[in-house]
């Protein structure tokens, strides 16, 4: 670490468990639609108190925003701008499936964009636009991109998420996979 680099603290927040896609393999806690995200007001407060509660401890403040699916917060391009004069940091991990509209509204208030690669709903080519517009930095900072493919342990998904990570490292120097075992969070009989 640089000696004038401030520590950072790392601030993961699921801002509910609304997901528009329902993995096969997910678990139940994380698409049952039981968590509303905060109200904006009482959010933007929380976020400053952090940030101003770590500022005074000599540390820096990387929120990580997570669900469900947290671009399905509307308000989310608004949040990141307000924040946007605050020393922070926004990460979100995602499957991707918001509009490119949205991601132009939103990628400059990010730092990272962790995406997840749902074979069972995802869009590649869609995907592809998403990590283009956030590797540009024609306009803004370039933007962290990490991309994971989820497979489980079925010969067709496994053999998907290979031929996706190799091709995303090929094209973006980007994509890991991520290793699941098919039965993850269910009870066995």
């Known amino acids: 670490m640089d000696e004038f680099e401030r520590p950072t603290t790392l ?16 678990l139940d806690i994380f698409k049952r639609s039981s968590i509303n995200p905060p109200e904006d007001e009482s959010f933007i407060e929380i976020c400053k108190d952090i940030i101003y509660h770590y500022d005074e401890l000599g540390r820096n403040v990387i929120f990580e925003f997570t669900g469900g699916e947290p671009t399905l917060i509307k308000k989310i391009p608004e949040i990141g701008n307000r924040l946007h004069n605050y020393p922070t940091n926004i990460i979100l991990r995602t499957n991707g499936s918001a ?8 990628r400059r208030f990010l730092s990272k964009v962790m995406i997840s690669v749902h074979q069972e ?9 998403i990590i283009s517009l956030l590797k540009d930095d024609g306009d803004f900072h370039p933007v962290d991109v990490e991309v994971l493919f989820p ?11 290979v031929k996706y990570m190799k091709e995303f490292r090929e094209k973006y120097d980007v994509g890991d996979l991520q290793l699941l075992y098919s039965k993850i969070g269910r009870a066995h009989v």
Do not use: A, P, R
Not at 11 to 26: A, E, H, I, P, R
Not at 121 to 129: A, G, K, M, S, V
Not at 151 to 161: L, M, P, Q
């Open 99 to 106: 509009d490119i509209e949205w991601w132009q509204k939103t």
């Open 151 to 161: 497979v489980t342990n079925h010969n067709t998904s496994f053999d998907w998420g």
């Open 121 to 129: 709903f995802c869009d590649i080519t869609h995907i592809e636009q």
């Open 11 to 26: 601030v993961q927040w699921m801002l509910g468990n609304n997901c528009n896609y329902n993995c096969s393999y997910c």
